[in-house]
């Protein structure tokens, strides 16, 4: 590569550093808020308001949490009262009872709450979320009922009174100093999900929220993602209630009602379930105010309620979104000139796109074709696969397969069985020597078989930058430690991951689109950046549904143009087409299905002559 | 033995009511695929309006009765109308219907606690005899009649499922709703009709237990949850469903309270629950098909 | 004017346009058949016919009155019909129940209009009493068909009718609808093969990228016009109307 890289500082005019801008403010949000909060505990005077607002502040922290389970990873865990009660009750059950002290109760306390969002986890890898929420909103019910369980462990209805507060260093935490305590932890908290939120787990959650199997075809394991959504709300709603559970010296059930359940709820839903702040700014809009302006909370369930419901009806994404799209309608979205303004070299070229995704796979030597034979599937009894036994398909390296055939002919059902995402009823598959016929999907992935579907599959709001770069991130060997901490190795992977992501974004013609979300792109553009992000990864084969459909002229010609300088370099695509043009011209092989058996194999020049791709294709009969 | 068989009885008897309140769910649920988290509170509006119009207002039971289901129907619709209705239109998905659904819950609840203050409220027995004696078991009379309800609720649905025209319907739209819409059906405006039904089960429900239980206010998800529990154990897909996980639930709190404690009879339920759904998820009378919520 | 009509239609899925700009205007009695390559608008097309899909620009019109903003269940009661993927049949239901549903807006005429259906398609009558998931695919096919005609509607929209059947039921399919306009169905169907097509309809209108670039009487469309359409060579298609 020659291409002279300007700095990219310089080179980028003002409308493309929005994007920058804007995730530079989320980069000190968390900050900025912490330090506001505490500004208010130093100077306010008012024992009673430090108490109350501590309190909220807990809350806070618990939205947050449940923010990461129901905006990034879209489960509804109406479980997250039920968490935050036992980080509180395990505290202070340890403290009251069995004599420990504040920090190491506290550090239980969130253990317990992590395991309980663990065990809670497991019905909802096995139930719809519909049944997920229910539960969890069950064990919210329970909570006067477990607690009454163990009434020797928790003082049962009575409720448990603590010894003392908790000391720091010798200093013992009065409410300036709890208020202080529960503001740091707030911002640790949010700086804690900032870091996952922009680290590659973080776009895995967004993409397996909308898709779960879109991630796995990906190669990523789709539980542990999730156990990791489970993993962030339970510990922050555990700190939260190991904190809350200090604030007035005594806790009872009474603390852990179904309302402060709806309260998180309808604070994460009223500042926006997508937003990292949103959360906080919600419990801020539906606890702190009317304590300051009405204080009444006799109206609190009124509140709650109502805001849920108008928040579900009117603004289903918080007020965040509304304020933007409030603005926008003022502001019209002005779309920057279609060549790429990102890092000024940006004509879209096949070439240079292709040579980016092969070095993604530098040092991977895989040579192994994918063999599927003798493949059949029936779906309700209606057979849509039948091939022969002796019939192969395969996708080698090197080599373009076009699958062409009327609707109905078993194309993605072949598609999906090759991935891993239909079983066969009987047949084969095998990767080189390794037999994958009945393998998980992230394993057939892992050996370096990819994936793009009929229908582009994006997060609403990543920006192509963030999803490729999320994704290119994740491809380094970056310790997970380095990305809670967001440490200058984990910057500095970050950076080369979103440069390159800028990259394949302008070589891709898409610099128009490069600072919009996903949400907002052309049809052509989502569909290019849907096949990008099958292809930003280490497989080798590559399997294309409708790649073309919905690409303008241009763009048909740098995807087939792209797709043929990565099969020169090595790598296998099968792909189903329905623009013959297009699909002919890139292809080394094709293979016509009708009726769910293999009808005509052989070159794209004998099968553009053969009379049966025009029986088949427009029913001529020869 | 004399023990368990009046536990047994009023665990029947308990059951009975969540059958009622289960089949209102399963109505909605089948025809809108939803679940309606406000219909708890539909059931407690029951026994505070049975409270206001029989006790303070002294109409007869009857009148009292009838008068109960039109006010809680119209409630049924107003759910319908505010919660459901904007996100069918916007062609939302229906896990956010629970979400509309719970703040209507709550905003019901809070609205039950400003009208009618949060003290339980008593309901005298409306029937000629207030207890049933089955050999030496004695049992409510209300629980009585409340079976009789429900099993009664329960062969009128299934005569209306298999010989109206518009049962036929209900059990079409389960199979395929699109096609029901496509055949000329307003599915939308039968949405609005189940939840008006439901809103009559919920207050024949209410009427039915209030003697009972009593007028309490908060007791709305109470119901909301037990209901729920009924119908994932007995499974969604039809009214048998609801009948059998409604007396599963209640046999479990009945006897669960009888002999571990009162306190910790949902715990039994929820046990069960997280028993069926680990071993047989889509519930014991589920059909063929899979569940899909 | 008799008609049903779509002009200057611009509808798709999620902020795309499937369809751009297509008009069409099918009279009782007319047999239309939509050709065209996969991914072109043929079910877009007869999605917004049948009310299914909103409309981002452009007007529907039955006999005249303008029924843009129509839900699916209003095009029904005024005698469009649709029948496509997925198949409105009942599996759950027996034979003569699907039916019946098919029938909800004419239910007073319950009986007769089933005795029509059973005429017209034999073979639904040995199956009265099954229910609809043992039928093989073809007697679905047909199921879903005789629903549609249980209302008597004056319009028919079929989403590939051939999908999945073997050449010799859709022969019968294809009969059937050519003898349904014979009686006066306004027919509009979608199909991937266009000589049977072509051969079965009176109108013909080929859809490329969602517009149209051919439409006549069957003999008027050229094998280049099809080849242009359907094997992609662009160049010769040129946006008639």
């Not at chain 1, 390794?434 to 793009?452: D, L, Y």
Request: overall charge neutral; some cysteine; charged content about 15%.
């Amino acid at each position: 590569m020659t291409v002279s890289v300007r700095d990219p500082e310089t080179a980028r005019p003002p409308e493309a550093s929005r994007a920058r801008r804007m995730a530079r403010g989320t980069l000190n949000g968390p900050v900025v808020l912490t330090a506001l909060v505490l500004l208010f505990g130093l100077i306010s005077g008012a024992q009673g308001d430090l108490l109350q607002g501590a309190v909220a502040l807990t809350y806070a922290l618990a939205a947050t949490g449940l923010g990461v389970a129901l905006g990034l990873g879209g489960e509804y865990l109406l479980g997250q009262g039920a968490i935050f009660a036992c980080g509180a009750y395990v505290t202070a059950s340890l403290q009251a009872v069995h004599s420990w002290t504040f920090w190491p109760a506290a550090g239980a306390g969130i253990v317990a709450a992590v395991l309980l969002g663990f065990l809670l986890s497991i019905p909802a890898l096995r139930v719809s979320r519909f049944y997920f929420a229910m539960v969890g909103f069950f064990l919210v019910y329970l909570i006067p009922e477990i607690v009454q369980l163990f009434s020797a462990q928790t003082g049962g209805s009575a409720g448990l009174a603590l010894p003392n507060a908790p000391t720091f260093f010798g200093i013992t935490l009065d409410n300036r100093g709890m208020y202080i305590f529960a503001a740091i932890a707030l911002g640790i908290g949010l700086l804690l999900i900032r870091n996952v939120r922009r680290s590659p787990l973080g776009v895995h959650m967004r993409r397996m929220r909308d898709h779960p199997f879109v991630i796995a075809t990906a190669g990523i394991d789709v539980w542990r993602v999730r156990l990791a959504i489970y993993t962030y709300s339970s510990l922050l709603a555990g700190l939260a209630g190991a904190i809350y559970s200090q604030l007035n010296g005594y806790i009872s059930p009474l603390d852990f009602s179904v309302d402060t359940t709806i309260l998180l709820f309808a604070a994460v839903l009223v500042g926006g379930r997508t937003t990292l702040l949103g959360p906080t700014l919600g419990v801020f809009l539906l606890y702190v105010i009317p304590q300051i302006v009405i204080n009444v909370a006799s109206y609190s369930d009124l509140i709650y309620g109502g805001t849920v419901l108008f928040c579900v009806i009117v603004l289903p994404e918080g007020v965040e979104d509304a304020a933007i799209g409030l603005y926008r309608r003022v502001r019209p979205h002005r779309p920057l000139p279609a060549s790429s303004v990102l890092t000024g070299h940006g004509e879209p070229s096949a070439e240079r796109l292709a040579e980016l995704l092969w070095q993604l796979r530098d040092g991977t030597t895989r040579t192994d074709p994918l063999v599927i034979r003798g493949a059949r599937k029936a779906f309700g009894g209606v057979a849509a696969l039948q091939i022969d036994d002796e019939v192969a398909v395969t996708v080698e390296p090197g080599q373009v397969h076009l699958l062409l055939g009327p609707n109905g002919s078993g194309k993605t059902t072949l598609l999906n069985a090759m991935c891993g995402l239909a079983r066969l009823d009987a047949g084969s598959i095998h990767i080189g020597d390794a037999e994958v016929t009945r393998a998980p999907i992230a394993k057939i992935a892992r050996r370096g078989v990819g994936r793009s579907f009929q229908t582009p599959r994006l997060p609403d709001e990543l920006l192509p930058r963030q999803l490729l770069g999320g994704m290119l991130a994740g491809m380094r060997r970056v310790s997970y430690l380095h990305w809670l901490t967001s440490d200058h190795v984990a910057a500095r992977t970050r950076r080369a991951a979103d440069g390159l992501a800028d990259e394949i974004v302008a070589a891709s013609g898409m610099g128009g689109g490069a600072d919009r979300p996903a949400i907002d792109l052309t049809s052509g553009e989502r569909r290019l950046l849907d096949v990008l992000a099958a292809l930003t990864s280490q497989a080798h084969l590559i399997l294309l549904d409708e790649p073309a459909s919905g690409l303008s002229a241009h763009e048909r010609r740098l995807l087939a143009g792209t797709i043929r300088a990565l099969a020169a370099r090595g790598m296998g695509f099968l792909v189903v087409e329905h623009d013959l043009d297009l699909a002919l011209g890139m292809a080394d092989t094709v293979t016509v299905l009708v009726g769910g058996t293999v009808a005509v194999t052989g070159q794209p020049s004998e099968i553009k002559e053969h009379p049966y791709l025009r029986e088949v294709l427009i029913g001529v009969p020869a | 033995m004399h023990e368990f068989l009046t536990a047994f009885a009023s665990g029947v008897g308990l059951g009975s009511i969540y059958c009622v309140v289960a089949l209102g769910y399963s109505f909605v649920y089948r025809t809108t695929a939803s679940f309606n988290f406000a219909q708890g509170q539909a059931v407690v509006l029951g026994t505070l309006f049975t409270y206001t119009f029989y006790v303070k207002l002294g109409i007869p039971a009857i009148g009292a009765g009838i008068a109960v289901c039109i006010v809680v129907a119209a409630i049924g619709g107003l759910t319908e109308r505010v919660a459901i209705w904007p996100l069918v239109r916007r062609g939302d998905e229906t896990l956010k219907w629970l979400m509309s659904t719970l703040g209507m819950a709550v905003l019901f609840t809070g609205a039950s606690l400003r009208i009618w203050g949060s003290d339980i409220l008593g309901i005298p027995n409306y029937l000629s005899s207030p207890v049933t004696h089955f050999g030496s078991v004695r049992v409510s009379s209300s629980y009585v009649l409340a079976f009789a309800v429900a099993v009664a609720l329960a062969i009128t649905i299934e005569i209306f499922q298999r010989f109206t025209f518009w049962g036929r319907i209900l059990r079409a739209v389960g199979d395929n709703r699109l096609a029901v819409e496509l055949a000329g059906v307003n599915v939308v405006r039968m949405g609005f009709w189940a939840f008006v039904l439901s809103g009559v089960l919920a207050g024949a429900a209410g009427f039915v237990i209030g003697p009972v239980t009593f007028a309490d206010p908060n007791a709305g998800f109470n119901f909301a949850i037990l209901s729920f529990a009924a119908l994932a154990i007995g499974g969604f897909q039809s009214h048998w469903g609801a009948l059998i996980g409604g007396f599963a639930v209640g046999l479990a709190e009945s006897l669960g309270g009888t002999y571990l404690g009162l306190q910790y009879q949902d715990l039994v339920v929820f046990g069960m629950l997280i028993l069926i759904l680990v071993i047989r998820p889509e519930g014991v009378m589920a059909g063929r098909q899979a569940r899909h919520v | 004017m008799t008609e049903l009509a779509l002009d200057n239609i611009f509808a798709g899925y999620g902020g795309t346009d499937v369809l751009r700009g297509v008009s069409l205007h099918v009279a009782p009695g007319d047999c239309v058949a939509v050709l065209g390559p996969n991914g072109a608008g043929k079910s877009t097309l007869l999605k917004v016919l049948s009310g299914q899909l909103r409309v981002r620009s452009g007007t529907r019109s039955v006999d005249g009155d303008n029924v843009t903003s129509w839900r699916a269940y209003k095009a029904a009661q005024a005698g469009v019909r649709w029948v496509g993927e997925p198949r409105p049949v009942y599996p759950s239901l027996t034979v003569e129940e699907n039916l019946a549903i098919g029938g909800v807006v004419a239910r007073r005429r319950i009986k007769q209009e089933t005795d029509k259906v059973y005429e017209l398609l034999p073979a639904l009558q040995a199956k009265r009493r099954d229910r609809a998931d043992s039928l093989s695919g073809g007697q679905q096919q047909m199921l879903a068909i005789g629903q549609a005609l249980m209302s008597t509607p004056r319009y028919l929209c079929l989403d590939e009718p051939s999908l999945g059947l073997a050449p010799v039921v859709f022969g019968e399919v294809a009969r059937l609808i050519s003898d349904l306009a014979a009686s006066g169905v306004g027919i509009v169907w979608a199909e991937q093969f266009p000589e049977v097509a072509k051969a079965r309809s009176s109108q013909v209108v080929l859809l490329s990228a969602g517009m149209v670039t051919a439409s006549g009487p069957p003999a008027q469309i050229s094998e280049e016009q099809l080849e242009a359409a359907y094997l992609g060579t662009r160049a010769q298609a040129s946006p008639v109307s």
